[in-house]
């Protein structure tokens, strides 16, 4: 039985192209619980994550008591890692809220839901009175289920009549999402995980996919030990896992991606290593790129991203030789400079690869969060559900249809309100009421101080749903408590498209209430109506709920209507679209040459990349009248925030394997808690060395926003480069206001996906004291955060130990 707190990937089972991925099945239950104890498995996926991993959540006594990776899943095919096996320990944490809690004389006092809602339903009438529907933000999630965000998206919409609604999810992957409209027309992954199966060559651009997708990494690594392993790319200033592994490592300076990526597309181009036939049948844009790369020489490129030109080429070499490229990108590309200009160019690459829509030539523009594609797809993240476009009067006919409202009550005279800028509306005084669903802004948005003010102002009514009283929630007038995984039933889709039906296991605590219900309950109580006088949100549970999705998805890229609770149940799980011609889903998109990029079809008509102008409809309807997929271009810019002689390094943020965001589960679950228990900094040799800092040292991390105090841990990180857990929220358990990495990032976006900049400042280390009796900084051995020093290896003990079968009797549970 491995420790999977030490070795967080587990047992390899290496396996060779085009075979099947073998079964292994991880099992974790509470000491002393057998697997013949538990009364129920509970089928659904995990929720610390985008990847989708299938288990079942097993229960005694109406407790849980373990999860066991589901052998039949196409996705993981039985495994699971640190934070599924762990981190469901939270749900039945004794913290967890259970009675509404609303602000009295100052405090946060318990209340029934009578009242709390009564609150919150007099307050919008108030605001709706006096200051109309433009009064309300509501800022939601990628952790809630489909049914939620599709109930939260016509209430907002249709009842209150705002447009402003945003998710967290566009902290996440709305540049992902930007990035498939700008190139096909619209969001949806090209891709499938079994291109892992049958690719030459994988590309991972600013993705750690070994701490952020444990076992999709499990799945790439097994190929690279196996027979005929794909050769590995990776690009990232930090020597992840990945990165140790590759064979052609890209240690770029942060924010330099779109230099790096045109380089390689005028080595392709200068190699004619281009796929004319598919180019030129079914992509607009070529001779425009080709203009675009010409001077990008791999010279150019490494005095830009300080790495050598050779490497440069030899990636370019590896990509011009197959057209079995699957290609990654995530937040080292989304939260960084020039993020849609820069994903964008990823799929140039496999376009003039000709690698999209067939086995092994794919592209992954992955998601983060577990539930983020739903965000995107049911409209609660800043676009119409059903992937419609705004600009498109026919497509907002269709949904005034589907809801039985005017076309002129659903707000689309612009585009749908950025997360960012609902904040800002809030601190001038626009936004009066802010209903945060399932995220912790207090700790997750960019320049903390001025959060905790916007959300702290007297004028501003602030609604928090979640399970427990998080730094936001602190700060709210009413605090909702919100059932969650495993205690509701829903659905919700991966990032490779996979929907996945989740099961209610056990109670929620106390009074605590699904999200859904409370949405449904809200709606109920503003007594919204369609336009005949009949209540506008005509269904009343998940099943319901999710029966209207599938008619608001009918024709649309992302259709749902072949799908039914029973199906899912049933069969496992499902990839979208799913209907008459795709009854069993749809592997790849695109394996037809077919794009949703027609005029009258497509999700966006674009935006210029530099400057985030919506392109008109007429000048898309000229440029791709036949909706085939855009080869976008754009020039390198460099950062606007640069190092300079007060801040000479560049700060970097992200994640470690063993937490999840702000903590607010994995910080609950005893092994995760304790493999990463405080914050740190890593630091370059070089870089250390001129700080006169050493392993452990206490340090002050200081940006022009603020200051994070941190153990120094030192490593191969690329000099120059600085990086902050951002895991660790507002607050330490004395009270300290100085650890959460937030504090120090910049109010910054993409111009096209507005998504923040979380990867991109300058900043300066100070010592501030040295370390305490030699002890190390607090930073797994496992991972990226690997020491230099001789360090004791990360290790969770007897308590972290998993269950791990293979063989062929597991296997015939296979896909
Ligand atoms: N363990 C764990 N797993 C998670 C999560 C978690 O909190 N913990 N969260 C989930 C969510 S919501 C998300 S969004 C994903 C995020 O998953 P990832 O994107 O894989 O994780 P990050 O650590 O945010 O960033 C990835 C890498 O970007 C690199 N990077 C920074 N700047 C640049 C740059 O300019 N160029 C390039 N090429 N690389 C750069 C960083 O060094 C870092 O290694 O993980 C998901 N999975
Ligand atoms: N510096 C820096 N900042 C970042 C990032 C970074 O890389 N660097 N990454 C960004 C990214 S990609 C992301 S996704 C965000 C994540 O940022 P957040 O979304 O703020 O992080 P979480 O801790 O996941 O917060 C989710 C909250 O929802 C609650 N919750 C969980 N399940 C449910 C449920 O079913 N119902 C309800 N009502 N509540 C629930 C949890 O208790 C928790 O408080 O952070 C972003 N911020
Ligand atoms: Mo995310």
Redesign the pocket.
């Known amino acids: 039985m491995p420790d999977r707190i030490a070795e967080p990937w587990g047992t390899r089972t290496p396996y060779a192209r085009d075979a099947r991925w073998p079964v292994r099945v991880d099992t974790r239950l509470d000491d002393g619980v057998r697997p013949e104890d538990v009364d129920a498995w509970v089928p659904t996926a995990s929720?610390l994550h985008s990847n989708g991993d299938a288990l079942d959540i097993a229960v005694r006594d109406g407790r849980m008591v373990g999860v066991r990776g589901r052998a039949d899943s196409r996705v993981n095919h039985g495994r699971l890692g640190p934070k599924d096996l762990f981190g469901w320990q939270a749900n039945r944490s004794a913290d967890r809220l259970t009675r509404p809690l609303v602000r009295r004389a100052g405090e946060l006092v318990e209340t029934d839901w009578d009242t709390a809602m009564a609150a919150m339903v007099d307050r919008s009438r108030q605001v709706l009175d006096e200051h109309g529907p433009d009064a309300f933000g509501l800022y939601t999630?990628?952790?809630?289920f489909l049914e939620e965000y599709y109930t939260l998206g016509v209430l907002g919409r249709a009842g209150l009549g705002t447009n402003h609604i945003d998710g967290?999810t566009r902290?996440?992957t709305a540049t992902a999402g930007e990035a498939l409209k700008e190139t096909f027309g619209c969001d949806g992954q090209p891709g499938s995980y079994t291109d892992v199966d049958h690719c030459d060559v994988l590309f991972l651009v600013g993705h750690n996919v070994a701490e952020t997708q444990v076992t999709l990494w499990e799945r790439m690594l097994d190929r690279l030990e196996g027979p005929h392993p794909p050769r590995l790319i990776v690009v990232d200033p930090r020597p992840t896992l990945p990165a140790r592994r590759a064979d052609v490592h890209l240690p770029v300076r942060s924010g330099t991606n779109v230099a790096l990526l045109n380089a390689l597309l005028h080595e392709l181009v200068a190699r004619d290593a281009v796929d004319h036939a598919f180019v030129d049948a079914h992509a607009i844009g070529y001779d425009e790129l080709v203009a675009q790369v010409a001077d990008c020489t791999p010279e150019w490129a490494a005095a830009i991203c300080d790495v050598p030109a050779e490497r440069i080429r030899a990636a370019a070499d590896l990509l011009a030789g197959t057209d079995r490229i699957l290609s990654t990108c995530l937040?080292g590309v989304y939260?960084s400079h020039q993020a849609t200009a820069a994903a964008v160019q990823v799929n140039n690459i496999n376009l003039l690869r000709g690698a999209v829509g067939r086995p092994g030539g794919g592209i992954l523009q992955m998601n983060?969060?577990p539930t983020a594609q739903n965000t995107r797809e049911c409209g609660a993240d800043g676009d119409l559900a059903g992937f419609r476009n705004w600009a498109n009067p026919e497509h907002v006919r269709e949904l005034a249809a589907l809801w039985n409202v005017d076309p002129e009550s659903i707000d689309h005279h612009g585009p749908p309100t950025h997360a960012m800028q609902i904040f800002e509306l809030a601190e001038q005084g626009d936004v009066r009421v802010l209903w945060i669903?399932?995220?912790?802004?207090a700790?997750?948005?960019?320049e903390l101080a001025r959060i905790r003010s916007i959300l702290a102002q007297e004028r501003l009514f602030v609604v928090v749903?979640?399970?427990?009283l998080?730094e936001t929630a602190q700060l709210a007038d009413v605090v909702l408590p919100?059932?969650?995984?495993g205690e509701k039933e829903g659905t919700f889709t991966n990032a490779d498209r996979t929907v996945h039906h989740s099961d209610k296991a056990v109670e929620p605590p106390g009074e605590a209430r699904a999200?859904l219900d409370i949405f449904l309950d809200y709606a109920r109580r503003m007594d919204f109506r369609d336009r005949d006088g009949a209540p506008l949100i005509p269904w009343h549970d998940p099943a319901s709920a999710f029966a209207a999705w599938q008619e608001c998805t009918r024709g649309r890229p992302c259709d749902y209507t072949g799908l039914s609770y029973e199906k899912l149940r049933a069969g496992g799980e499902t990839q979208w679209p799913c209907n008459d011609r795709w009854p069993d889903g749809r592997e790849r998109l695109y394996d037809d040459r077919d794009f949703p990029a027609h005029p009258d079809r497509c999700e966006t008509y674009g935006k210029d990349l530099l400057t985030g102008e919506p392109v008109s409809a007429e000048a898309y309807r000229a440029r791709n009248p036949e909706g085939r997929a855009m080869l976008r271009a754009a020039p390198y810019v460099p950062p606007e925030e640069e190092p300079s002689a007060e801040h000479p390094l560049r700060l970097n943020?992200?994640?470690t394997v063993y937490h999840?965001?702000?903590?607010?589960?994995t910080g609950r679950a005893p092994q995760l808690a304790a493999a990463a228990p405080e914050v740190w900094a890593e630091l370059s040799v070089p870089d250390a060395e001129r700080a006169g800092v050493a392993e452990g040292d206490l340090v002050d991390v200081v940006t022009a926003r603020g200051r994070v105090r941190a153990r120094a841990r030192v490593t191969e990180i690329r000099e120059g480069s600085v990086f902050v857990p951002?895991h660790y929220g507002t607050w330490d358990a004395e009270g300290r206001r100085d650890r959460a990495?937030?504090e120090l990032?910049r109010t910054a976006w993409d111009p096209a996906s507005k998504q923040p900049m979380?990867?991109q400042a300058a900043c300066r280390v100070e010592r501030v004291a040295p370390a305490e009796d030699g002890r190390p900084a607090p930073a797994p051995t496992t991972t990226a955060s690997r020491p230099l020093a001789p360090v004791a290896a990360t290790a969770g003990g007897p308590d972290a130990r998993v269950t791990e079968t293979t063989g062929p009797a597991v296997a015939r549970g296979g896909p």
């Open positions: 929720i999630s990628g952790q809630l967290n902290l996440c937040q939260q983060g969060q669903s399932a995220t912790n802004p700790v997750s948005l960019p749903q979640d399970l427990f998080t919100a059932a969650t995984w999200d943020t992200g994640r999840f965001h702000t903590r607010t589960k951002f990495a937030n990032t979380f990867k």
